[in-house]
């Protein structure tokens, strides 16, 4: 059973907050938004319905797995990466690699093209057994062909060009790109991602669903929370709780000036969540000077950095908590140093009573501040209710561009930045 919500009250409640005639006046847009969102759906909505994305995502990991793979490099940058990134630090063991007994390969991720990080796993991964998998839609990303190049030598020189295409994968276009190119021309293995589903979006296809059944993951139960999520926005429309979230972000970027919105998971593990959500709003609704900006932090860590300026600082920010219920592995605190007031209050009590304490105390800390929070409770951190919590954002972004009034799905200011660097490395016809 997932257990996900949605708690609002502190943007409704507290001093400079959201008034029911506010939102009772957006509310013909917002029905108009979701109805348009449902009606003609954006290419995403359909993922959690069908498994012929999953099932030859997972017949391609059972192989690497089966194979005596050591190592598995996903390569991919922006939504070709963060996404898969963020399953993995939020379902794997935090030490994955380490671990003796793990649910496959080693894991490594070459996103961005630092050649620090990109020797350092060239320095861990035993060539002969590692696996590649090259995350591009266009098969023209620089960071991702470079990287790629880079990776392809050393596969080719340590097992040679057939031991190179026998552990390579192409996750791309199904019909065209360079890297499609290069798969016909050198028989290279490929999973398609959809035409219509944009690389922040992709989390759900094999760009997500591949790296996450490599390593032992569920990825049946992520497009099942997923499915779950999407019956009930079908149903429920514009009343179901993370629609209604695209309206409260909207009206306190456009109403009430707070135009930074602050994702703060009380759990390492959803630390990188986060982050995949940066890009998904950022990129998907900063246009035409519309759109606030969203930030990640992680609690209790930020809460010693970063909270004095949410609780003093300008009134320019939403604080959106993500609380999770039930903490996998949770510990108990012993007893000691009971003499010791400062100290010995905090043995009897668990480690995640503590976490989940504190997350209570900055939202209500926050809220007796006259600063705007809302919380998404999660029952706990697992592939449904991950799968869950991605539908939900990714529907409450899309919806959110219908208030906005720009289109969700393109990016393109991301584009001169591209001329300028393709006119610099030398690539023709700029």
């Known amino acids: ?30 029905e108009r938004a979701t109805d348009e969102h449902l009606q003609d759906p954006p290419g995403f909505t359909r ?43 939020a379902l794997n063991h935090p030490y994955y690699n380490a671990l003796a007994e793990r649910g496959g390969p080693r894991m490594h991720f070459a996103e961005n093209p630092d050649p620090n990080t990109l020797h350092a796993i060239l320095d861990l991964v035993e060539l002969e057994s590692t696996w590649i998998n090259v995350v591009t839609k266009s098969g023209s990303t620089a ?15 340590a097992s040679g060009e057939a031991g190179y295409r026998e552990r390579t994968i192409f996750t791309t276009d199904p019909d065209s790109g360079y890297l499609r190119e290069i798969a016909e021309r050198e028989k290279i293995r490929t999973l398609p991602i959809p035409q219509d589903v944009g690389g922040r979006y992709s989390v759900l296809t094999p760009v997500g669903l591949l790296p996450a059944a490599v390593s032992g993951l569920d990825a049946e139960a992520l497009l099942s929370g997923a499915a779950s ?25 456009t109403s009430r000036g707070r135009n930074i919105r602050v994702m703060m998971p009380y759990a390492d593990a959803l630390e990188r969540f986060a982050a995949w959500f940066v890009q998904l709003w950022a990129e998907s609704l900063g246009k035409e000077g519309k759109g606030s900006t969203p930030l990640g932090a992680v609690g209790t860590t930020d809460q010693h950095s970063q909270l004095q300026l949410y609780m003093e600082g300008p009134q320019d920010k939403v604080i959106e908590l993500i609380e999770v219920e039930n903490h996998p592995n949770d ?26 304490v504190e997350c209570d105390a900055t939202r209500r ?20 209710h991950l799968g869950y919590l991605i539908y939900a954002l990714e529907a409450q972004t899309a919806i959110a561009g219908g208030l906005y009034g720009v289109n969700p799905f393109d990016q393109p200011g ?7 660097t393709y006119s610099r490395m030398g690539r023709p016809g700029y």
């Open 1 to 30: 059973m997932v257990r996900v919500s949605f708690d609002y009250t502190n943007l409704l409640e507290v001093e400079g907050g959201i008034r029911e005639s506010e939102l009772s006046d957006l509310r013909p847009r917002l």
């Open 47 to 89: 993922l959690p319905h069908t498994r012929d994305l999953l099932t030859p995502s997972k017949a391609l990991a059972e192989e690497i797995r089966t194979s005596g793979a050591t190592d598995f490099v996903h390569v991919g940058i922006g939504g070709s990466s963060l996404g898969p990134v963020a399953l993995h630090r």
């Open 143 to 157: 960071e991702t062909m470079a990287n790629f190049l880079v990776l392809r030598r050393a596969l080719v020189e």
């Open 229 to 253: 999520c999407a019956n009930e926005i079908a149903e429920r429309r514009a009343e179901h709780p993370a629609v209604l979230g695209a309206a409260m972000h909207y009206l306190m970027d």
């Open 331 to 356: 510990l108990e605190i012993p007893r000691a140093y009971e003499d010791l007031e400062g100290v010995g209050y905090l043995g009897g009590h668990t480690v995640a009573e503590l976490l989940n």
């Open 365 to 384: 800390s926050l809220a007796e501040a006259g600063r705007p929070n809302c919380t998404i409770r999660l029952g706990t951190v697992d592939e449904a």
């Open 414 to 420: 991301v584009e001169a930045g591209k001329r300028i």
